[in-house]
């Protein structure tokens, strides 16, 4: 075994353990000039668990608008809020509604029959387009 990849994969392992994560959560009134901490959390990217290591009771505040967030750091701010937001929920699906059906157990709504005219106009479009373009008997 090469020691240049036998030293890679020990570093690799280090840094994956040593790679426990610690993010800082905010809350923030509307009113309120600055965030204060609302909870810290780590995470482990090896085994994917996370963990709250303390947690603080928002106070003094009776807002009813807040806002929860983290700061992140982009190259271009070293120090960007990040606003966790809570999505709306999509459109439901009407579940065990009743099938409404006819007296002869047929669907209700009668599909409306289409005329000779409405189901075969194309053909109608073709031959016309070929009576006008072909060449008649000059003689």
């Known amino acids: 075994m090469n020691l240049l990849t036998l030293l890679g ?4 392992l280090l840094i994956s353990a ?7 959560i905010f809350y923030w009134p509307i009113g309120a000039s ?3 901490v609302l909870a810290r959390v780590s995470f482990d990217p090896t085994t994917q668990k996370s963990n709250v290591v303390s947690y603080n009771a928002p106070s003094g505040s009776t807002d ?22 809570l999505s709306e929920p999509g459109a439901q699906p009407h579940l065990n509604r009743p099938v409404v059906v006819g007296p ?4 209700t709504e009668a599909v409306e029959e289409k005329s000779m005219l409405q189901k075969y106009w194309w053909v109608l479009a073709i031959v016309f387009f070929l009576t006008m373009t072909s060449g008649g008997g000059g003689e």
């Open 64 to 85: 009813t608008l807040v806002r929860i967030g983290l700061y992140t750091t982009t190259p271009s701010n070293p120090k960007q809020w990040a606003e966790l937001v």
């Open 18 to 24: 040593l790679a426990d994560s610690t993010a800082d």
């Open 34 to 36: 600055s965030p204060s």
């Open 9 to 12: 994969a020990l570093s690799l």
């Open 104 to 107: 002869d157990g047929a669907d």
